[in-house]
């Protein structure tokens, strides 16, 4: 068949799995030829090979059963930067690049940053790119995640350091910025199928999804220098869930928009217990 008739059976084939069944076959087969989106449209009389074929087919079984279509590409796109993603990491969401503009505007000229929990790397790597003045440095949890960033660093030409440890454990400086996209994602949520892929312990963060913040922030302070800001990512309805947590560990939050807000350590707040 040629990329026309494909393209339309591969919408038919993924109507009950997906919400752009169109854009989703046209991506796929985008990436088992080898060809721009807009190539395809305008050679869709071309006939595809039997190992193009082969390779599209097992794309769509694969988002038939719900796989991202970035981790069929091994790929997303995020502020501009192609970011290699697979099963180890979190796929880049676009909320996360108001949370680069927040930190590209607001660290400090020759200062120091760390992203906290950076999965694939791509939220360091954008903010470094942009600013090259800043020291950036990362940590995750996971080994495996970390693999991901370090391939991403090299392939953007990015000089970021890493380390492997739980929230700011494997720091002992102070940082002027903080960027931290924790999990917070209700466990609730589990059952979606279109999460089922993902690493379960970057997306959800117990009842209300606020858990991780309720971990990371007593300790933020402990790398944070006394004028610096942590920027954070959550979900709207957790807005008011967090300005009392914040409130709770001596910090003031300024919502930055639906997803993102700044927080700084209120100096009359009291002293931990």
């Known amino acids: 068949m ?19 069944p169109r854009l989703d076959a046209l991506l796929l087969l985008s990436y088992a030829t080898g060809k721009s989106r807009e190539a395809i449209l305008a050679e869709t009389d071309r006939e595809m090979s039997t190992p193009e ?14 796989e991202p279509i970035a981790y069929i590409q091994n790929g997303k796109q995020f502020y501009n930067l192609d970011i290699t993603v697979d099963s180890r990491v979190l796929i880049p969401r676009p909320e996360s690049e108001t949370l680069v503009d927040t930190a590209i505007e607001s660290a400090p000229a020759n200062s120091r940053l760390v992203d906290i929990g950076t999965g694939s ?18 940590s995750d949890i996971s080994r495996a995640a970390l693999e991901v960033a370090r391939a991403n660093a090299t392939s953007h030409n990015t000089s970021i350091t890493f380390r492997q440890g739980d929230l700011t454990y494997p720091w002992r400086d102070k940082f002027d910025t903080i960027v931290a996209n924790l999990p917070y994602v209700p466990n609730a949520y589990r059952s979606k199928e279109s999460l089922a892929y993902e690493p379960d312990q970057s997306l959800f963060a117990g009842e209300d999804g606020l858990d991780g913040y ?29 300005k009392l947590i914040c409130e709770k560990n001596g910090y003031s939050i300024e919502s930055r928009d ?9 100096p009359q707040a009291p002293p931990r217990e």
Do not use: M, W
């Open 2 to 20: 040629n990329l026309y008739k494909e393209l339309s059976q591969g919408e038919k084939i993924l109507t009950p799995s997906s919400t752009s």
């Open 53 to 66: 074929r082969n390779c599209y087919r097992d794309f769509l079984h694969r988002r038939l059963n719900f």
């Open 121 to 138: 790397g791509c939220i360091a790597i954008a903010i470094k790119k942009h600013r090259e003045d800043l020291e950036v440095c990362a």
């Open 214 to 242: 309720r971990r990371f922030l007593p300790l933020a302070k402990n790398i944070l220098t006394p004028s610096g800001i942590a920027i954070i990512e959550h979900l709207p309805a957790q807005l008011d869930s967090l």
């Open 258 to 266: 639906d997803f993102i807000s700044i927080l700084r350590i209120n």
